[in-house]
């Protein structure tokens, strides 16, 4: 696939758009007071593969984890803040590496200058956030409503703002809980400017509708180019979004390294619990950075076959299963024993 040519911008040590590859990232959901548990959290989502941690700063007080994650984590840290310009004044000053915020919500032009300023003198980027829900009176008076050309028309306004400052270190979201109008949002919104965007279905719901929501919406537009960054927003523990969001972009094929499972949804032939098989295998090899393609099936009959292209696998059987590489039986393995030998067989790879 060709990807939109966007401009690219450093977060800290990580870069976003131009060539950059597709990042992660996700949000902290502890309490912004909560410094202990804030910290233990950004470390837990550091070791999923979280490439871009976000923090709520919703007061003064809570500037003070700002602090305390940069010396906790390495990943990037991103200011999240509404209103006061103070904040991402402070937030700056305490060392975060990109500011979220939108420069038409912190009152009149000095304001805006001073924020812009800060993050210049500083190589702090600014992420201007637009939602469905936030779209200004005139801009719904002008369409009628919440569109994907208000949208637009919004994030390019507040583009604007920051422009008029000469600070052009911006990455965009343009994000609904609605997938089409998402979807058109980020299609207008690419065509418009060449600033990087960062993809999410905002308030997609539980882990189950939040993964299909997300995928749908993401996935569409990463198979159009369009997208230099992603979070899976989802009702959950913040690592379950980085784990969705690593699993996304293999199964898109964008990501490269790391195991990418395929199973079978089974049938009347199957003789084995291949639904908790093909769970703990996943759970099991989660941290494996090997480059290889891993199947879990159902029967012997038809498995080294469907899945002749795996670099290993295993198929269940009546009691035992086969063990097998690019279709071709290694061996049969007692049923209690296959996800250890598969393991083991792996990790001779």
Do not use: W
């Not at 919500?105 to 201007?128: E, F």
């Amino acid at each position: 696939m060709k990807r939109r040519n966007s401009k690219q911008v450093r977060v800290g040590n990580l870069a976003i758009g131009g060539d950059a590859p597709v990042s992660i990232q996700s949000m902290l959901n502890t309490p912004a007071h909560d410094i202990e548990g804030s910290v233990r959290q950004a470390k837990e989502l550091e070791a999923a593969g979280c490439e871009i941690i976000r923090a709520a700063v919703p007061d003064k007080e809570a500037v003070r984890l700002i602090a305390a994650l940069k010396e906790a984590v390495s990943t990037p840290i991103v200011a999240d803040i509404h209103f006061d310009y103070r904040l991402a004044l402070e937030a700056v000053a305490a060392g975060v590496d990109k500011i979220r915020l939108n420069p038409g919500n912190i009152g009149g032009k000095d304001r805006v200058r001073a924020v812009a300023k800060a993050c210049a003198n500083a190589s702090v980027p600014i992420r201007i956030g637009v939602n469905s829900g936030s779209l200004e009176k005139d801009i719904l008076a002008r369409y009628g409503g919440v569109t994907a050309e208000g949208m637009r028309d919004s994030a390019l306004y507040h583009v604007s703002l920051l422009e008029k400052n000469d600070f052009t270190d911006i990455v965009l979201s343009i994000k609904s809980s609605d997938v089409a109008t998402m979807v058109d949002a980020y299609e207008l919104t690419a065509e418009a400017c060449a600033y990087p965007l960062h993809l999410g279905v905002t308030e997609a719901g539980t882990e189950r509708m939040g993964l299909i929501k997300s995928s749908a919406g993401i996935g569409s537009l990463l198979l159009h180019g369009i997208g230099d960054t992603i979070r899976v927003s989802l009702t959950a523990d913040p690592v379950r979004e980085v784990y969705a969001a690593k699993d996304l972009l293999k199964g898109l094929g964008i990501r490269k390294g790391g195991i990418r499972f395929v199973s079978c949804p089974t049938c009347g032939r199957t003789k084995i619990d291949l639904i908790a098989l093909a769970g703990a295998a996943e759970e099991r090899l989660r941290g494996c950075d090997k480059d290889i393609k891993v199947a879990i099936m159902g029967c012997a009959v038809n498995g080294p076959g469907e899945a002749k292209d795996a670099d290993i696998g295993i198929a269940g059987g009546d009691g035992c299963g086969l063990l097998f590489q690019k279709g071709e039986i290694i061996r049969k393995v007692p049923e209690e024993a296959l996800l250890e030998e598969l393991v083991k067989e792996i990790e001779r790879m």
